[in-house]
C-alpha cells in the first residue's frame, strides 16, 4: 500500500525567506508524486507533479520540488516566500500505469509567513 | 473555464438525519472522485466514477454512504442517519479521463458538513 508523511505540520518562515516543505513516501514502484496547495475556503490546487524524466520539476508560483529516488523523498521548495504563500500544502501519491487512479495524500503541512 | 463546483458550502445537521452534497465536475471531464478531508487530515479518497458508474468504491467507510452519477456529469453523494464522526469536508474532483493517476483531478472548493 502507498503511503505518505509530512513531517512538519506546521512551519512558520519570513516573508523573503526560503521554504522547503518535506514528504517522505512508500511505494513499491517509481510512483507520481503530486504537491498540493490549500488556501481557506478554496479547493486543492495542483502546484507541480513528477511522472518521470528529470527529478528536478517546476511549478506554478515560483516553487519546484526534487524527486529523490534513494531518500523516497519528494521536497518542496521555494527560494523566497511571499506572504501569498500561507496556506496548507499537501504532498500526494499516486499509483504508476494504467487504471490506477487513487491519490494518496499526507496530512499537510501549515504555512504561516510572517511580514 | 468552470471549476468544479460543490453546493452547499456548509452543511450542518443533526445526528441521524439525511443529507445529499453536490458536485458539478469540468465539463466533458468523465472520471469524478469524492474525498473526505477530516480536520487535520489529508483527503481521503471515498469513491470513483467512469461516467455514471461507479468504477471504485472501496473507500467509502460503511453503508451509510452512497454515491451516483446518473447521466455521467453531475454527482451526490448521500448520507444516511448521519453521525458526529461524519463531520468533515467533503471533496470532490473531476480528471479528463480517469484511467491513471497521471490524469490531473481538478478539485472543487468542499463541503463542509458539520453534525450536531
Known amino acids: 500500500a502507498q503511503s505518505v508523511t509530512q513531517p512538519d505540520i506546521h512551519i512558520t518562515v519570513s516573508e523573503g525567506a526560503s521554504l ?9 514502484a517509481t510512483p507520481y508524486l503530486f504537491w498540493y496547495v490549500q488556501s481557506p ?17 517546476q511549478g506554478i508560483k515560483g516553487f519546484e520540488a526534487e524527486f529523490k529516488r534513494s531518500q523516497s523523498s519528494f521536497n518542496l521548495r521555494k527560494p523566497s516566500v511571499h506572504w501569498s504563500d500561507a496556506a496548507e500544502y499537501f504532498c500526494a501519491v499516486g499509483p504508476s500505469g494504467a487504471g490506477s487512479y487513487q491519490l494518496t495524500f499526507g496530512k499537510g503541512t501549515k504555512l504561516s509567513v510572517i511580514p | 473555464g468552470a471549476g468544479v463546483s460543490q453546493t452547499p458550502s456548509n452543511k450542518v445537521t443533526e445526528k441521524g438525519k439525511y443529507v445529499e452534497l453536490r458536485c458539478d465536475p469540468i465539463s466533458g471531464h468523465t472520471a469524478l472522485y469524492w474525498y473526505r478531508q477530516s480536520l487535520g487530515q489529508g483527503p481521503e479518497f471515498l469513491i470513483y466514477f467512469q461516467g455514471t458508474g461507479a468504477a471504485d468504491d472501496s473507500g467509502l ?11 455521467g456529469s453531475v454527482s451526490t453523494l448521500k448520507i444516511q442517519r448521519t453521525e458526529r464522526g461524519d463531520s468533515a469536508v467533503y471533496l470532490c474532483a473531476s480528471s479528463l479521463r480517469g484511467t491513471s493517476s497521471y490524469n490531473e483531478q481538478f478539485f472543487g472548493p468542499g463541503t463542509r458538513l458539520t453534525v450536531l
Open chain 1, 20 to 28: 522547503e516543505l518535506r514528504c517522505n513516501y512508500s511505494y513499491g
Open chain 1, 41 to 57: 475556503g478554496q479547493g486543492l490546487q495542483l502546484l507541480l507533479k513528477y511522472f518521470s524524466g528529470d527529478t528536478l520539476v
Open chain 2, 61 to 71: 467507510p460503511n453503508d451509510r454512504f452512497f454515491a451516483v452519477r446518473p447521466e
